[in-house]
């Protein structure tokens, strides 16, 4: 077990560098200073931040063998409901109505599912967009429809290989899974993510992973891969880093057209890779051809909120927008023509229905080797008690912020440590509490790389 560190590699609050300057201005002056500030740049721009997590268990009920959360996250207690509206607060001081806030953990569906509701209605009362990040396996139909009743917006299902499912040994045959869960949130108001963590074992089903996202594109918005990374609790060794350029590459030849990712770029392109795609008669079609119409249609569009969940509220307010933009209106319906020629043999025969799939790529830092630049353009923060900080930081230095204790209005601290009872301390608390050492811990509050040192040894506690 690693010695608890007194140190850390970044300041935990992230600050704007100007007081002054709103997040949107700041996260501009950051990327111009960094030399990423362009035509199809959209962050500081459209969004100041492309998402922020609120993480509201470390808890999960698998233990994927590349989870990037801390070996300590099942023996840290669920923070208070308290706490978590003081973040959901937070988020919206920082960045306002619009923002995407994923509820994660952990598997946020370990919460009581009344705690949940109540999360979500108090970020969907802000106006901000929730977004449900869990494995799936306690996502009732119930506990869905009733998230979606609380203002639910996307739910993002995790599935892939890393998650050791001895029933479905390859990412083909875990379809049947996603599929599973397609049924689950058929005709709900939510819009459908999947996840996936691709590593040298599934690296080479991306194709067949693209095939089937296309074949339930009516159903699904956006697909994410996410290459593995060396961080937290995993025990798979990232010895030889994936190439971002092989992943797009293997996306590509599952489509009909090559996608392009300069068109509309979020934050720093060694994080992020972004691609819309047409998907007609199962064939997926690039959408952005043209990055300088893409542009200008984006950068003249920044004030236009697109609602994922209502495509036809979206569709009418774009058609209005279109209305006062007409030059653009010209060359977009240009564009569409051109485009529809293109894919004319597929539009006759699946006679004229299309589905639009968005891709992402996405690259998580190692935790020891963390570039300062990508972190100041970080689109994917995480709410702690000190304020918004970038996911890779936090990945890095887990243990410091799962341990740290937190101020009630009450003027107590409340103590993450969890000995299966709720400690409150009277004084001014530590920053980071000591973590209980592993020897201490039964089995089944051990996971990852801990869990398997454990399980080496032969113990196994009753209830592990
Ligand atoms: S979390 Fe890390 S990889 Fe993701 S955008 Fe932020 S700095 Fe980049």
Not at 122 to 146: D, F, H, V, Y
Not at 158 to 186: C, F, I, M, W
Not at 392 to 409: G, H, K, T, W
Not at 438 to 456: D, H, M, S, V, W
């Amino acid at each position: 077990m690693s010695e608890q560190k007194e140190t850390q590699v970044f300041p935990p609050p992230y600050r704007p560098k100007k007081w002054s300057a709103t997040p949107l201005a700041d996260m501009r002056n950051t990327l111009k200073r960094l030399g990423l500030w362009h035509h199809n740049q959209q962050l500081g721009r459209r969004w100041a931040v492309g998402c922020v997590a609120l993480e509201i268990t470390q808890r999960c009920n698998l233990d994927c063998s590349l989870c990037y959360l801390s070996e300590h996250s099942q023996a840290v207690q669920d923070i208070p409901l308290e706490e978590i509206k003081r973040r959901i607060d937070a988020i919206y001081t920082w960045y306002g109505e619009g923002t995407d806030v994923q509820v994660t953990g952990g598997d946020p569906t370990l919460r009581d599912p009344d705690e949940l509701e109540l999360i979500v209605r108090w970020i969907a009362e802000k106006k901000m967009r929730p977004t449900l990040m869990t494995n799936g396996i306690r996502a009732s139909r119930a506990l869905l429809t009733k998230l979606c009743e609380a203002g639910l917006v996307d739910v993002a299902f995790h599935v892939d290989t890393t998650q050791g499912y001895k029933k479905y040994p390859d990412e083909v045959s875990l379809n049947q899974l996603r599929a599973r869960y397609l049924e689950r949130v058929a005709g709900l108001p939510l819009t459908v993510m999947f996840n996936t963590t691709i590593h040298p074992g599934n690296i080479k089903q991306i194709p067949d992973l693209m095939h089937f996202f296309a074949r339930h594109a009516q159903q699904i918005r956006t697909v994410s891969f996410q290459l593995e990374a060396d961080t937290g609790r995993g025990v798979h060794s990232v010895e030889n880093q994936l190439s971002r350029d092989t992943v797009l590459a293997l996306i590509n030849s599952a489509c009909a057209s090559p996608l392009n990712y300069q068109a509309a770029e979020i934050g720093h392109p060694d994080c992020n890779r972004y691609a819309l795609t047409l998907v007609v008669n199962g064939k997926i079609w690039n959408f952005y051809d043209d990055s300088a119409l893409t542009g200008d249609v984006l950068r003249h569009s920044t004030a236009l909120l697109w609602h994922r969940n209502q495509p036809l509220r979206s569709m009418l307010g774009f058609m209005k927008w279109l209305c006062f933009n007409p030059k653009l209106a010209v060359r977009l319906t240009r564009w569409a023509l051109k485009k529809a020629w293109q894919m004319r043999r597929d539009l006759f025969a699946c006679r004229g229905k299309i589905s639009t799939l968005s891709v992402f790529t996405h690259s998580f830092m190692p935790g020891d080797c963390l570039d300062c630049e990508r972190v100041e353009a970080c689109s994917f923060m995480t709410m702690t008690r000190d304020g918004p900080v970038s996911m890779c930081v936090l990945n890095a230095e887990r243990d410091r912020y799962i341990y740290q204790p937190v101020q009630l209005s009450s003027g107590k601290w409340w103590s993450p440590t969890n000995d299966g009872n709720v400690h409150y301390m009277e004084a001014a608390a530590p920053q980071v509490l000591r973590w209980v050492p592993e020897e201490q811990l039964p089995t089944r509050l051990l996971k990852g790389k801990a869990r398997n040192r454990r399980l080496a040894k032969g113990v196994r506690d009753t209830s592990s």
